[in-house]
DNA sequence: AACGGTTGCAACCGCAGGTAT
DNA sequence: TATACCTGCGGTTGCAACCGT
C-alpha cells in the first residue's frame, strides 16, 4: 500500500512566509507542477503537498493576474454563474490569470452583495418580488440599472444542442480577449426551452432566446 | 486614541472521483 | 475486487486591515 501523502505532525500551517514561498518557487521551477505528494520533501518545506499545491495555483503561479476584477470580468462571473452555479474552478477556467478562489472570494464578497441590493437573488439570479426591475444578466434590465455597469458591454449566445446529455454554449463578446468557449452538460433530461417559437427539450424552461442574449447596454 | 464591527483574502477542511497497489 | 492514496473542488474559517463611532 502507498504512504500517507504527508506527515501531519511535522507539517506547518497558517501564513507562508517568504522564504517557503522561495523554495516552493525553485523546486517548481526546476521540477515542474505535479507529484504534489513529495514536493514538500523534496522541496525542503514541512508543508503538507495539499497546502503546497493551493499555495502555487492560488498565489505562486506566475500567470497569475492580481489585482482588481475589471467590469468586463466581473460581468462574465455573473453571467456563467447564472448558467452554471458554484462551479468556480469552471468560471475560473474562463477567466485568464484568475483561480478559482478569487473568483469565488470575489463573488462572496463584491458581486453577491451588489446583487442583494440590486434586489436579485444571488442564488438563482432572479429578482426577489417587490423590488423594481433591475438591469439583470438574463433580463432586458430598463429602469433601475446600476450605474456601475459597463454600459458598452454586450455578450450574446449561441446555443448548440449535440445530443441529449449536453450543450455547447458559445458566448460571443467582440469587445473581450476572454476565453469564452463553454460546455456544460444540462442537470435535468426533462426540461424544456422555447427558442425561436420551437420546444427544444432537455433545457431550463425558465430561460427563452431572448435570455440567452446577454445585454448589458441598459 | 480606543474599541467593536465589517470586509477582503489566504488558507484549511472535507468530500468525491480517479488511480495505483 | 478492495483498499488507500492523489488530485481537484467547493465550503468555510481565521485573521489582518479598514472603517465608523
Given at each position: 500500500m502507498r504512504k500517507p501523502c504527508c506527515d501531519k505532525e511535522n507539517i506547518n500551517k497558517g501564513s507562508w512566509s517568504k522564504q517557503e514561498d522561495q523554495k516552493l518557487i525553485d523546486y517548481i521551477r526546476v521540477h515542474?507542477?505535479?507529484?504534489w505528494g513529495s514536493i514538500p520533501k523534496a522541496a525542503g518545506l514541512q508543508r503538507c503537498g495539499k497546502s503546497c499545491r493551493l499555495r502555487w495555483l492560488n498565489y505562486?503561479?506566475?500567470?497569475i493576474k492580481r489585482g482588481i476584477f475589471a467590469q468586463d470580468e466581473e460581468d462574465l462571473i455573473i453571467k456563467l454563474h447564472a448558467l452554471l452555479g458554484n462551479r468556480w474552478a469552471l468560471i475560473a477556467g474562463r477567466?485568464?490569470?484568475?483561480t478559482d478562489n478569487e473568483v469565488k472570494n470575489y463573488w462572496n464578497s463584491h458581486i453577491r452583495r451588489k446583487l442583494i441590493k440590486m434586489g436579485?437573488?444571488?442564488?438563482?439570479h432572479k429578482l426577489h418580488q417587490g423590488f423594481p426591475r433591475p438591469c439583470h444578466v438574463f433580463g432586458a434590465g430598463?429602469?433601475?440599472?446600476?450605474?456601475?455597469?459597463?454600459?458598452d458591454h454586450k455578450l450574446s449566445f449561441t446555443k448548440e444542442f449535440e445530443d441529449d446529455q449536453e450543450t455547447t454554449i458559445i458566448i460571443n463578446n467582440s469587445s473581450s480577449s476572454l476565453n469564452l468557449d463553454l460546455t456544460i452538460a444540462l442537470p435535468s433530461p426533462n426540461r424544456v426551452v422555447v427558442v425561436d417559437d420551437k420546444t427544444i427539450p432537455n433545457?431550463?424552461?425558465?430561460?427563452t432566446t431572448r435570455d440567452m442574449d446577454i445585454d448589458l447596454n441598459c
Open positions: 515542474g507542477e505535479g507529484c505562486l503561479r506566475p500567470d477567466l485568464p490569470g484568475r436579485i437573488d444571488p442564488n438563482n430598463t429602469s433601475s440599472c446600476d450605474e456601475s455597469m459597463n454600459k433545457c431550463d424552461e425558465s430561460r
